[in-house]
DNA sequence: TGCCCGATTAACT
DNA sequence: GTTAATCGGGCAA
């Protein structure tokens, strides 16, 4: 098994939707925390969905900026989200980190989400960012560089699309991509869905 | 300023 | 299946 190689910034220079279904397979740590990316969404610029869709604010400057950067926003009050921002500068489109199968630093993330369930340590965006330590700290941050640590997948994967979760515009869009059959999603793809690699 | 609501989660019935 | 928790963004006034 050759050495898993960094994800480069130029990764993330390409459309939400290339990058987004590529990253299924990949390893997210931060701070040596984390573990395999299984499901991802794409929220492009010109989707009603996106937070971007209607310009740039406050919260979302960072979707505005370079690709390769994290995008952390506050959800319902409560949770973390994390984002990596994609494509050309200012196109402001990113890839929501939804959910990792659990490898790196499982005590701490036990902790830190009050369970010792490996299935719910990481299946859900607020879940991820709760485990691994993620907050408004760490919004606009190089992901090419420490405490981010993303390699690349070692092995070829069965990716699926899906509609998209929590969401009421745009609802209709397959941009929800995950890890064929993997416990640890937040929510199984329907068996219909599409296979996209 | 006030109001509504959301890229969620956990704890209910 | 339903709902509370909790707060900043965005928009009406």
Known sequence: MPRPRRLRRDFFARSVHEVAPELIGATL?????????VEVEAYHHTDPAAHSY??????????????????????????WCLNFVCEPKGSASAVLI???EPT?????MRRRRGTSDERLLCSGPGRV?????????H????????PFELLERTA????VAGPRIGITKAVNKPWRYGLKDSRFLSKPFAATATRVA
Do not use: K, W
């Open 54 to 79: 209607g310009g740039r604010t406050e919260r979302n400057a960072v979707m505005f900026g370079p690709p390769g950067f994290a995008y952390v926003y506050r959800s319902y009050g409560i949770h």
């Open 129 to 137: 960012c709760q485990a691994l330590g993620i907050t408004a700290a």
């Open 29 to 37: 740590l931060f701070r040596g925390v984390g573990g395999i990316i």
């Open 98 to 100: 939804r959910a990792l």
């Open 139 to 146: 919004n606009g941050l190089a992901l090419d560089a420490p």
């Open 104 to 108: 790196n630093g499982l005590p701490l």
């Open 156 to 159: 070829p994967v069965e990716v």
